[in-house]
């Protein structure tokens, strides 16, 4: 069974102080690994797409990486815009076009001015 | 642009009663999904399709029916409410193909089944 486990639950920054979200995975045969952006009241926003092992893609101050095991949401010198629940998923190269993500539970972020 | 909209916001449900829940997206997407998203879970995929006619299950069928008649709907159907289906439903769509996997979510629906 796919396994998507995100750390730390919530995680609490001043602006400007640069941290890392994390992401394990288990799966067998990963196809992709994703990174939504989550805000109170609202779905899930697509942020990045991750194909294979040391591939980052950048958005303003966030930048995901990818190893065989887990992903990394580095945030720079956030700020307070950037409170949210970020949410890691993965699709398995047995799902087919269209199925199904597992998602991860997501790490509540805050960052306080 | 309107997107994925999804209606009701809010709805409260007695055990037993039965409500549908509509979507419906403008961007002439083929795929469409639901999900559910319990307080401290993931998201649960409930049902999806890939186009018009066509739909399939997901991990959490149970209680649950779909249809897909037009590209731009694809209500969820719940019958005899039962209080473990108090959670928010998403729907979602996105592009066939390439990309396929950047879903694009409606705001959700609250639903509480008392």
């Known amino acids: 069974e796919d396994q998507v486990t995100q750390s730390p639950e919530a995680l609490r920054l001043q602006e400007g102080e640069s941290s890392s979200l994390n992401c394990s995975y288990t799966v067998s045969g990963l196809r992709g690994l994703f990174w939504y952006r989550q805000d109170p009241g609202k779905g899930p926003e697509f942020l990045f797409t991750l194909y294979s092992a040391g591939e980052e893609k950048e958005k303003e101050r966030l930048k995901a990486t990818l190893t065989k095991k887990e992903s990394f949401l580095h945030i720079t010198a956030p700020k307070p815009e950037d409170s949210a629940t970020y949410l890691c998923?993965?699709?398995?190269?047995?799902?087919?076009?269209?199925?199904?993500?597992?998602f991860g539970e997501g790490t509540q972020l805050t960052v306080n001015p | 642009n309107a997107g994925v909209t999804q209606t009701p916001k809010f709805r409260i449900l007695k055990i037993g009663q039965s409500m549908t829940l509509q979507c419906t997206q403008d961007?002439?997407?083929?795929?469409m999904y639901w999900y559910r998203q319990d307080p401290g879970m993931g998201l649960k995929l409930i049902y999806y399709s890939v186009g018009a006619g066509i739909t399939d299950k997901g991990e959490v069928p149970n209680g649950y029916n779909v249809s897909r008649s037009t590209t731009e709907d694809f209500p969820l159907r719940l019958e005899l409410a039962a209080p473990s289906q108090t959670s928010v439903y998403f729907c979602?769509?996105?592009?066939?193909?390439?990309?396929?996997?950047?879903?694009?979510f409606g705001s959700g629906t609250q639903l509480s089944v008392l």
């Open positions: 961007m002439n997407h083929n795929y």
């Open positions: 998923a993965v699709q398995a190269v047995r799902e087919t076009s269209g199925s199904r993500l597992t």
């Open positions: 979602a769509s996105s592009y066939s193909g390439v990309g396929w996997e950047k879903l694009f």
